[in-house]
């Protein structure tokens, strides 16, 4: 298991075995939120109002403000409406929405309930990421609970109100966390982005509108409507309310999920996660998931884990990834990791990111296996300046700024690499601080 | 309507437009390759991206929709910037080898590298290759030069009704392929050649054989279905090399069948007849047009001399042009006989001196798609008139409601409201349970032609559910298939119809079989008088039969019955573009006459229009058009009225004896409607397969290579094989009254009950004769 703390809203009051049973989320007070609102027959608009006032934002990696975009849906649509949780977690060094459903799945549960309410969707679904199988099993059993219990399913707690939520496993590919594409795949078709607009809240699932949130945006829905909107942004800053999950990952001594308000200074999250493994020094960090630029060490001990002091740095909170590297990293190796992923995820559906991503991982290849060319690193920055922006969805973007950041600050050891044909970090320190087999030698 | 600057020029454009529907209004060109007017937005390849005032990145033109007051740059160095890197991204992975590439010189993606590609390449990887697949006799494959624009793939899903190609794996292995081990089969397939912008998808037949350059581009007319599609014939060195679509929205929009594509092939058949001949004490003779043409006349003079000029009878084919056709009914009238007919297919001619014009489509083509309900009846619709077939499919798609009476339950790829699949003999039946329904609601009295009829049926659910339909619909149409034009009792049918129509006030038509087949009844090439129409000529045999392009066996009603009559004359004249085995056992003298490339003439389509068109190549051999053979035979006959010295003239004459429009009509009067008996014994379904329908697409090779050209079987729908005792695969012999054929037994469960489906217009069929009446099967 990793490391777990969890104090605030999501994994409040996470202890012991069997945190994912009803039983153990109701003695949590689990619920509560949702009896409050059937037994006061609180209306839907208040509830998006409270959620604006949080200043909850959306927690998959866009950081799009929740109540906002609750709001976005049509009210008096004749006919059906969705509700999409996106559990379809791919990205690298993100792993938080998984622990959620290991061990807080009513949390979730009962979010997407008030959402459904809240925004008058009778069915939503819970698209969940298909390389984790435990988690989808505990999913539909924690449904079956809610079920049993009428917590879910026709007239919710005897009230008019009904709800019915289906889990969907996925196949694993990255793209469908895409929300657009998660549609399609949850349609039954290839998961492939589709253009926007419209948006899925007017054209959504089955062309009907829909709100996609992600699993932890929901999992903070109980907390805001039991505590109040107020409580959430007091836990947080001005519009950055709330906790957030950090998923820290790489060279620190207790990797895991740390629930910290948001705010809170990087070094104190990495004080959380036990500190530089072997006390080395910090070389950077991927603050939010594999897709944001990465900040070297100087930039990021000075920041506060908020949306918009990452952003101001020059790179994004998005899903809360944190991705520590250590002084053992060669950089290029790195990203040559990186962009092999985005290369194998795209999914080909559009032309610079089909064609651009083998393009930036054969280069990045070729210079970490010591056949660099002088003209690269310019063609590295070229190449994905002419993939921003200029697709579909944001996967081009995704993979295009890791190159772009990686190059920025560390060019340095780009043209090293290129001029010597060898890494700038010695093979041997590499190999002492990851452990890994490093195969060639310069 | 919104407001919209584009490069600084201000235009209104109506709501809902997208800034490439405004840069076409507005004349303004933006690079594009995904993008196509009749197919969904995929916004895929990028090549459009534009700067839009206020948007952070640039947008793709295609998907971003017009709001007021957008300013749109598509020249900015912004957009351009955006657009060169889209194609360099196109082009890393595409060969640079357009010389040797069949795509070369009218090539999207070449034509657009010019302006926005790179003097050289940046790209020093590997390039990526892409097995080609095999997608059948038709589209040849290069799948390494695909973009992955999926055209292809939108077309099958949205225009054809069936997605053949797909796009399989991910990412930079993405490719464009058919479903595992499948060709594409398609009758519109051809039309994805025309869409691929790029070489990935080539045309197999002429894969090769010419640049677009070298080609001159000629327009023509189909001369297949009664669509009449609007052709370009291209040329090379006097030999038609290629057929693509002309583009006309009221007709064929931008697509054509594969039949209108490929048939070109047939024009240098190894049958083509080239020089005259005659046929002396039993062996061929080439002759010059002098000795061939003064054998015809004086043969025809001797029959009129000894057995009189009632003994003569022309039968012409529906594919002549309207100038053939009218010059060979003067001909033969010329002589003093009446005795003419195109209606080669039909066997019921009771409507004949009934009618009040020609049967006709009852509305615009253009106006299909917009109908909110139509009944076809009796019409194998897809493979009779693809686009029309592809006009209702996008009707359907659009909300109305297609219904189909028929005696197959054929996949039309579109979805119907309702589907009611009889045997032949209960076709009148089912359609007068309809009429009835509708006469129930419209709570009308009857025409006294259906009465009867009306009286001795009950109208089920589905019939009122179809009249229901019918009379709700604010625009309806009832449309009859050609299943009808050849139906025994085609008269009932028509008059049932025509009642319906009048009953639920939608507009009621006839497909038509053929090119002309509104062109002949304009021509006049129909008996008058107490002449013999073409069942009566077959069925009572003349001395003397002029053919006008017809295989008699292939294209009669009864082609065995109509090859025996023929024989039996003692003169027959054909005039024709091919000789086959079977016109040199039937015929006296040959008379090598142009197909449609090689001559002018018009064609008068199901609505009524009327296209002309010239020789898009000189005759082939001594061939001559059609229009002069039978002008130099009059003379010879020293007939009066025939001094037209060009086939414009000979129009001419025909139109001056008024509108076409004034005479189309689907009124017939003083006929009386009856019903079928149901025949003992299984009831031949005969269908005239799309690539067997005519001379011309017989003898095209990679048609005939297709599923489509694929030889008649016995299909029976499961129950009935079990019944027979029979499985899928085992040869069978079929009998009806007047011989027997050798099959092989294949389920069909479409094909309804008490039934077998045996195709016509197949030489491995003719031996059974009527396309009607009942057969017997058994193991072979």
Redesign the interface.
């Known amino acids: 298991m990793t490391a777990l703390s969890g104090h605030g809203v999501v994994l409040d009051g996470i202890a012991g075995e069997n945190t994912w049973r009803l039983e153990d989320y109701l003695k949590r007070g689990g619920y509560a939120a949702l009896k409050k609102i059937i037994a006061e027959q609180i209306p839907p608009e208040n509830i998006i109002a409270e959620v604006k006032k949080s200043a909850l934002r959306g927690r998959g990696g866009a950081g799009f403000p929740t109540g906002l975009k609750w709001s976005f849906m049509p009210r008096a649509f004749p006919g059906a409406k969705y509700i999409c949780c996106n559990s379809d977690e791919g990205e690298p060094g993100t792993f938080k929405d998984r622990d959620i459903i290991r061990y807080n799945p009513h949390a979730l549960i009962e979010g997407m309930i008030i959402a459904g309410y809240a925004m008058g969707c009778g069915t939503g679904y819970n698209y969940i990421h298909g390389e984790i199988f435990a988690e989808y099993e505990r999913f539909e059993a924690a449904l079956a609970e809610a079920r049993e219990a009428n917590l879910l399913g026709s007239n919710i707690l005897g009230s008019a109100f009904s709800f019915e939520l289906h889990a969907h496993h996925g196949y694993g590919?990255y793209i469908c966390g895409e929300e657009t594409a998660l549609l399609e795949s949850l349609e039954g078709k290839?998961g492939q982005p589709r253009?926007k607009?419209p948006f899925p809240a007017s054209f959504g699932l089955y062309g009907k509108p829909t709100t996609i949130n992600n699993t932890e945006t929901f999992a903070s829905i109980p907390y805001i409507i039991r505590e109040g909107g107020e409580a959430f942004l007091n836990l947080g800053k001005p519009n950055n309310g709330g906790t957030k999950l950090f998923s820290v990952s790489g060279h620190v001594n207790r990797p895991g999920n740390y629930e910290i308000p948001l705010g809170t200074p990087f070094s104190e999250l990495l004080e959380l996660a036990g500190g530089m493994r072997g006390g080395r020094k910090l070389k950077a960090v991927i603050p939010g998931g594999s897709s944001a630029p990465v900040l070297p060490a100087s930039i990021m001990m000075d920041l506060t884990m908020d949306y918009d002091a990452i952003a101001k740095a020059g790179s994004m909170l998005g899903s809360g990834a944190v991705i520590v590297m250590d002084e053992t990293t060669c950089m290029v190796r790195a990203l040559e990791r990186l962009s092999y992923f985005y290369?194998?995820?795209?999914?080909?559906?559009?032309?610079?990111c089909?064609?651009?991503?083998?393009?930036l991982y054969?280069?990045v290849h070729?210079i970490e296996h010591g056949e660099g060319?002088a003209?690269d690193l310019e063609?590295l920055t070229g190449v994905s300046?002419?993939i921003m922006?200029?697709?579909?969805c944001a996967l081009g973007d995704a993979a295009a700024m890791p190159v772009k950041s990686f190059v920025k600050h560390f060019g340095d050891e780009f043209a090293y690499h290129i001029q010597h044909k060898c890494c700038l970090v010695p093979h041997e320190v590499q190999r002492e601080g990851s452990k890994i087999y490093v195969e060639h030698a310069c | 309507m919104l407001e919209i600057e584009i490069d600084g020029a201000k235009l209104e454009v109506p709501d809902g437009s997208t800034v490439m529907d405004a840069a076409n209004r507005a004349g303004t060109f933006i690079p594009h390759f995904c993008y196509h007017k009749k197919l969904s937005?995929?916004?895929?390849?990028?090549?459009c991206?534009v700067e839009v005032e206020k948007a952070?990145?640039?947008l793709?033109a295609c998907?971003t929709?017009v709001t007021n007051g957008m300013k749109v740059s598509t020249h900015s160095n912004k957009a351009v910037n955006?657009q060169k890197?889209?194609m360099?991204?196109?082009l890393?992975?595409h060969p640079l080898d357009c010389p040797i590439c069949d795509q070369g010189g009218e090539c999207q993606l070449q034509d657009l590298a010019v302006g926005y590609g790179g003097g050289a390449s940046?790209?020093?990887?590997?390039k990526r290759v892409v097995v080609n697949k095999n997608l059948g006799p038709l589209i040849s494959t290069d799948m390494t030069r695909c973009?992955?624009c999926t055209r292809c793939v939108r077309f099958g899903q949205e225009v054809a009704g069936i997605m053949e190609l797909g796009?399989g794996?991910?990412?930079?292995?993405?490719e464009i392929m058919s479903f595992v081990g499948r060709t594409v089969d398609s009758e519109l397939s051809g039309n994805m050649i025309d869409l691929c912008p790029v070489g990935a998808l080539t045309s197999k037949p002429f894969r090769f054989s010419a640049r677009t350059w070298e080609l001159s581009r000629r327009k023509s007319v189909s001369p297949h279905d009664s669509l009449g599609a609007n052709l370009i014939v291209q040329v090379k060195h006097d030999e038609v090399k290629r057929v693509l679509p002309l583009e006309n929205e009221a007709v064929n929009e931008c697509w054509i069948s594969d039949k209108d594509r490929f048939s070109y092939e047939a024009l240098r058949s190894p049958e083509r007849l080239t020089t005259p001949r005659i046929k002396q004490g039993g062996v061929w003779r080439d002759v010059d047009w002098q000795t061939a043409l003064e054998y015809a006349a004086s043969s025809l003079k001797g029959v009129a001399a000894d057995h009189g000029a009632s003994q003569i009878g022309a039968l012409l084919s529906p594919h002549s042009t309207l100038e053939e056709l009218y010059l060979a009914q003067k001909l033969v009238h010329g002589v003093g006989s009446d005795n003419v007919d195109f209606r080669l297919r039909q066997s019921d001619f009771s409507l004949d001196g009934k009618r009040a014009g020609a049967p006709w489509l009852g509305l615009p083509v253009a106006e299909l798609s917009n109908q909110d309900a139509v009944l076809v009846v009796g019409s194998f619709l897809r493979k009779d008139h693809p686009l029309l077939a592809q006009r209702l499919r996008r009707a359907a798609s659009q909300g109305c409601d297609v219904m189909r009476l028929h005696v197959s339950a054929d996949d039309l790829l579109m979805t119907l409201a309702q589907d009611v699949i009889v045997a032949p003999s209960e076709l009148v039946r089912s359609l007068a349970a309809i009429v009835k329904a509708a006469a129930q609601i419209a709570g009308a009295e009857v025409s006294a032609s259906v009465a009867d009829v009306l009286a001795a049926v009950t109208a089920d659910e589905q019939a009122e559910a179809i009249a229901r339909a019918l009379s709700e619909g604010e625009k309806a149409a009832v449309l009859l298939g050609n299943f009808v034009a050849q139906h025994p009792n085609a008269a009932s049918l028509e008059l049932l119809a025509a009642e319906l129509a009048r009953l639920t006030q939608a507009s009621v038509g006839v497909i038509g079989e053929a090119a002309n087949s509104v062109g002949g009844y304009i021509a006049g090439a129909l008996p008058q008088g107490q002449g013999a129409n073409a069942a009566a000529m077959v069925a009572a045999p003349l001395k003397s039969y002029l053919l006008l392009g017809v295989e008699p066996e292939l294209d009669c009603a009864d082609g065995l019955a109509a090859r025996k009559a023929v024989q039996s004359a003692a003169s027959v004249i054909y005039l024709g573009s091919f000789a086959s085995d079977s016109i040199a056992e039937i015929a006296d003298v040959m008379l090598p006459v142009s197909p449609f490339a090689e001559t002018s003439g018009s064609y008068v389509n199901a609505e009524g229009r009327v296209q002309s068109f010239h020789a898009v190549t000189k005759p082939l051999g001594d061939s001559r058009p059609a229009w002069k053979v039978l002008r130099v035979l009059a003379n010879l006959l020293q007939l009066d009225g025939f001094e037209f010295d060009s086939s414009e003239a000979v129009r001419a004459a025909v139109l001056a004896q008024g509108e076409v429009a004034a005479k189309l009509s689907n009124v017939a009067e003083g006929a009386v409607a009856r019903l079928d008996a149901a025949p003992a014994g299984l009831q031949r379904v005969a269908d005239v397969p799309i690539h067997f329908a005519d001379a011309l697409v017989r003898r095209a090779p990679a048609l005939q290579a297709t599923r489509d050209g694929k030889a008649p079987d016995l299909r029976a729908n499961s129950a009935l094989l079990a019944e027979l005792g029979l499985q899928a695969g085992d040869a069978v012999r079929v009998r009806s009254s007047s011989g027997d054929a050798a099959l092989v037994a294949r389920a069909d469960d479409s094909v309804p009950a008490g039934c077998v489906r045996v195709a016509a217009a197949h030489a491995s069929t003719v031996a059974l004769g009527s396309l009607h009446g009942t057969l017997t099967v058994e193991r072979a």
């Open positions: 590919a290839k253009f607009p290369f194998e995820e795209s999914c080909g559906q559009c032309t610079p089909r064609e651009g991503t083998g393009w054969r280069m070729r060319r003209e063609m300046d002419n922006g200029r697709t579909i | 937005i995929a916004a895929n390849c990028r090549m991206l952070p990145k640039p793709p998907a929709p955006a890197g889209v360099e991204f196109l890393i992975n940046r790209y020093k990887e590997e973009i992955h796009v794996n991910r990412g930079e292995h993405s």
